[in-house]
């Protein structure tokens, strides 16, 4: 049995609203989910209505006004003094812009690839067309996926988000190690309140010690199936790569899911019956499922490259739990990055990305390429019993200029993936990872332990309520769990709770240092 380790009672929580929407007058319920095959858990009878809405057009975007972090918070920071000129971007409160201080084109990457200007995150409801399926999804200025950012180690990186939606969100900057600066980590309940709509937060944070390549994504349900984008950290100025140069630098591939229903409405439905929610529609590549979907094929990513060079792209799993295969056919991929870290450089046709993860790799392109179209693929791994979205995603690598232009996406030759279940594949992969370990580039791994803490990580089932029937595993509920410890959602951020050493209610200084049974 689960013992919920946070105790909070929803009905009780004073400072944190739990609600997923605000509802108002122009709201009306969304239409039940379909059941059926592609349904986890699907042998479970009568699908309740999901408890969610329609979202109402978002107000036009303005200047935001509000403060930065909870006025009723003890351990607030004064918010950054405005406008904060700093080595790299600054807000202007007039214009509501950010400015790359050093906004010239990076003669090492050999392309225009720092953002010169951009605008304050401005987190809107915006119309997006794929499969057929319109819905208004979560955006940042409009833009699906979100608008890369881009900074070199050692920068302080100050970013205002401005939620114009009825939903709740806060954004996490994943990957950063955001030292001694919790406050600016993003994930909604545990370092901060969520930002409200029609409220703002400032993250303002340095990077230190990384360099590479890491994204950011909300951190609040499940908006973040739509609200992510790139956060690409260059090297300090001067300062170049530990691998070959590369010719260019291709743009960011970010792979996701695309959901035809709610996704709101699925994981509402999923945490009200406990089963698992239903799976995605489609894997895509930036946003576009490709060729192999049905309504799908002008929605295919491509990038174009020349015969002869080599070229650094980086790889973003920004899918929500599934970890992915992803190959290029006819080509070998160079790993050179991993999580904003430098590894020793590894050759393999077969990559494998977990979510959250990041990737950058040499790309060397064929010097005669056999073919004007090359496909790149993503299909997920997995290793449970669960229902998983079993497709595969299709985006083109186009040699410029392509000799025969109306070559159809038909003709592409795939990459052959491992089949879903291919464990060894996966550890033959992750067995070639290794520390670059040079001296600029040191891996510093502590050496002495001063505390043993074993931390279970597992997803298990709590029992049913008595008043209701529940669709997991033997009628009872899913739960995830560290310890056999569920997480409830506190009243009060609890790093505002820490910060105040104010736990009582929210959370406990005890939390257990080992799984309640041994494990293996
Ligand atoms: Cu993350």
Request: glycine share 6%.
């Amino acid at each position: 049995m689960m013992i919920p380790y946070i105790e909070s009672p929803y009905s009780f929580l004073a400072k944190c609203t739990t609600s997923l929407l605000l509802p108002s007058a122009t709201t009306k319920p969304v239409q039940k989910l379909r059941p059926g095959s592609r349904t986890a858990w699907a042998g479970h009878p009568k699908w309740a209505l999901p408890v969610a809405y329609e979202m109402p057009a978002p107000p036009p975007p303005h200047a935001a006004s509000s403060p930065p972090l909870p006025s009723s918070s003890p351990c607030r920071r004064s918010p950054p003094a405005l406008p904060v000129t700093t080595r790299s971007m600054y807000i202007s409160n007039e214009h509501d812009r950010y400015t790359y201080m050093a906004g010239r084109v990076d003669p090492f990457l050999m392309c225009g690839c720092i953002d010169v200007s951009g605008r304050v995150l401005q987190v809107q409801m915006t119309n997006v067309t794929r499969l057929c399926v319109t819905k208004s999804i979560p955006t940042v200025n409009g833009q699906f996926p979100g608008p890369k950012l881009v900074v070199r180690e050692g920068d302080r990186l100050v970013v205002k988000v401005h939620n114009h939606m009825n939903y709740n969100v806060s954004f996490h900057w994943h990957g950063i190690l955001q030292l001694r600066n919790g406050w600016a980590d993003g994930p909604s309940y545990i370092t901060q309140c969520p930002i409200q709509g029609g409220g703002s937060y400032v993250y303002d944070f340095t990077v230190t010690g990384q360099r590479g390549t890491l994204w950011w994504h909300a951190h609040f349900s499940w908006l973040r199936v739509h609200l992510y984008g790139p956060l690409v950290i260059l090297p300090k100025r001067g300062e170049g790569f530990p691998f070959p140069r590369p010719y260019k630098e291709l743009p960011p591939i970010m792979f996701g899911e695309w959901f035809n229903a709610d996704t709101e409405a699925v994981i509402n439905q999923a945490l009200q019956t406990g089963a698992g929610p239903n799976i995605s529609d489609a894997y895509t590549f930036n946003g576009l499922p490709g060729p192999t979907y049905n309504c799908s094929s002008k929605d295919t990513y491509k990038v174009k490259v020349q015969p002869g060079r080599t070229y650094l792209l980086r790889l973003i799993n920004s899918a929500l739990n599934d970890e992915l295969f992803f190959g290029i056919a006819n080509h070998t991929l160079t790993v050179v990055e991993a999580d904003a870290n430098y590894v020793k450089p590894f050759t393999a046709k077969t990559l494998v990305i977990s979510p959250g993860q990041t990737m950058n790799l040499l790309l060397t392109t064929a010097p005669n390429p056999g073919s004007p179209v090359y496909a790149m693929a993503i299909a997920p791994y997995t290793n449970t019993q669960g229902t998983f979205d079993n497709t595969t995603a299709v985006a083109v690598l186009e040699y410029a200029p392509t000799r025969a232009s109306a070559t159809g996406n038909n003709n592409l030759p795939l990459p052959p993936l491992p089949r879903y279940n291919d464990t060894n594949a996966v550890a033959n992969f992750s067995s070639k990872f290794r520390s670059l370990a040079t001296a600029r580039y040191p891996a510093r791994v502590p050496r002495a332990v001063d505390r043993h803490v074993l931390f279970t990580v597992g997803l298990g089932t709590d029992p049913c309520p008595s008043n209701q029937t529940c669709q997991g595993p033997n009628g009872t509920k899913f739960a995830a769990s560290i310890n056999n410890n569920s997480f409830v959602r506190p009243r009060v951020a609890l790093l505002e709770a820490h910060c105040q050493r104010r736990y009582a209610g929210v959370l406990m200084a005890n939390f257990p240092t080992a799984p309640p049974h041994p494990f293996n």
